[in-house]
């Protein structure tokens, strides 16, 4: 073992002194039959007055807490569906399997066969006939009393975190209610679900830092990918007009408690549709999503109560700057002032950004924080939105919206561009940027630019952050919470 202290140490002699008493330790033929929640529901009905003859129940845990008393002994397991307190009786099972109970430790997995009864203090138990042991846990778990409370400790051993903490599991389950809620949102809206490549070689549909590996037998350097879009816009080429993925992107890009290198996405796009029905649909997928999570459109998220219903503000990202931002409304289209403010204010700006990027720089920082409720903001410049359709009253801005929730953005969504021509333009300008310094710029794409030239219908696309919706909806002040593994620093 990789820790000889002590106690792992004559653990593992325990082990091999009862393997070689022809214990089997790590048993696979115990047939679970039942759950916790099983016996729970059975105890519930029967504090309800349902009569029932006593069924038999088989079932299979971790034991978590162990409590013995000389021929007897009250004890804890734990499954997938909870925990449920036991009670053996050497008189019971008998003195072989009393003998090997008396060997379990905290930790291992047993099976157990037995009817429930209550205790004296009311308590519903149940009481063991037969005894199993199904798999000896070699490394203690944690003290009970003081758990394994840690963060980082909490995330580099995941499965321990999820042994000892139930609220844990519960953010995990409730993760996987939100993805289903909007999956089945999308499907019952004739979405179509589908999967484009992790490895990509032009990497696109974002303005990010990309991982980079190399594909040995085709000689070539590959992109993990920051994003489906450019993908999953061919797909709408391909007439499949309505379409959805939710997965994986990578960025290499900071850690934070909102940013992990490896994230999950929710990117949707609909052929005929404008940034407007995206944000009108939006509104309809969070109220259901919220339904089906919490049951209430009202959440509590880090003691600020959020409105979920519906319509939500709108406003557009030079109203919002002005307003609660404190930019002076006549400086916003002057680069050399705007940049000057934001470095008064401490805000990293350089001065090779464009007119586009200084702004949204500010609102970052005066204005996002605020936008606690449900908020659309919208009119993005054309020159940071590069596949975003232009608004046809006024060029400089596109017809695209971010929704911020809690004081951080949650989706992003516009009318794509359609005009072959128009993104080649955008994306030789990206590519100017990057050959300026910007890591961030898109790269060029010929074979996207090859496919809108065979035709694209009008449509919207929409991308949606699923970990922090679940931060939302489990009340986590870090992505790091909602991730089962997130990314650490080696030690």
Request: glycine share 6%; hydrophobic share 40%.
């Amino acid at each position: 073992m990789e820790d000889q202290s002590d106690v792992v140490r004559k653990s593992c002699e325990k082990a091999e002194r009862m393997a070689a008493e022809g214990i089997e330790l790590y048993a696979n033929d115990f047939k679970v039959l039942n759950t916790v929640a099983d016996i729970l529901q059975y105890s519930q009905e029967s504090k309800a007055g349902v009569e029932n003859e006593a069924p038999v129940f088989v079932v299979a845990g971790r034991v978590i807490s162990l409590r013995r008393f000389g021929k007897a002994a009250f004890f804890h397991i734990l499954d997938r569906t909870g925990r449920f307190q036991a009670y053996i009786q050497r008189d019971e099972v008998g003195k072989e399997a009393y003998s090997l109970f008396k060997k379990i430790d905290r930790g291992d997995y047993v099976g157990l066969k037995g009817k429930v009864f209550q205790t004296k203090t009311g308590e519903w138990t149940l009481l063991v006939n037969e005894f199993f042991l199904v798999s000896k846990a070699i490394r203690p778990l944690p003290e009970k009393f003081h758990g394994l409370k840690d963060p980082e400790k909490r995330y580099r051993q995941r499965y321990l975190d999820l042994i000892m903490n139930p609220e844990v599991r519960d953010i995990f389950l409730k993760r996987s209610l939100v993805v289903q809620a909007f999956r089945n949102f999308l499907i019952e809206r004739d979405f179509c679900e589908v999967e484009t490549p992790m490895m990509q070689p032009i990497p696109g549909g974002a303005e990010a830092k990309p991982f980079t590996t190399y594909h040995n037998a085709l000689g070539m350097e590959l992109f993990l990918r920051i994003a489906p879009e450019l993908y999953l816009k061919r797909l709408i080429i391909g007439s499949i007009e309505r379409v959805f993925e939710i997965n994986r992107n990578f960025r290499n890009e900071g850690i934070s408690t909102q940013h992990n290198p490896e994230f999950t996405m929710m990117e949707f796009y609909q052929a005929y549709a404008t940034y407007e029905d995206l944000m009108k649909l939006t509104e309809e997928m969070f109220v259901f999503v919220a339904g089906q999570v919490a049951g209430d459109t009202r959440i509590v998220y880090q003691g600020n109560e959020i409105d979920l219903s519906p319509p939500w503000r709108r406003m557009t990202l030079y109203d919002a700057l002005t307003g609660s931002g404190g930019v002076p409304s006549e400086i916003l289209r002057d680069k050399e002032k705007l940049t000057a403010f934001a470095l008064e204010r401490s805000i990293p700006v350089k001065k090779t950004h464009r007119l586009g990027k200084i702004l949204t720089k500010l609102f970052d920082v005066l204005v996002e924080p605020g936008l606690i409720q449900p908020t659309f903001i919208t009119a993005y410049p054309t020159e940071i939105s590069p596949l975003s359709r232009k608004n046809p009253s006024d060029a400089s801005v596109t017809d695209r919206f971010e929704l911020f929730i809690s004081g951080r953005e949650i989706a992003n969504g516009f009318s794509e561009l359609n005009d072959p021509v128009d993104q080649k333009e955008r994306f030789l300008q990206q590519v100017a940027d990057r050959d300026a310094g910007d890591e961030e710029a898109h790269y060029m794409d010929s074979d996207y630019i090859r496919a809108l030239e065979y035709g694209m219908p009008p449509a919207a696309g929409e991308g949606v952050g699923i970990d922090r919706v679940v931060m939302l909806f489990t009340d986590a002040p870090s992505i790091r919470e909602v991730i089962f593994f997130p990314h650490l620093k080696n030690r």
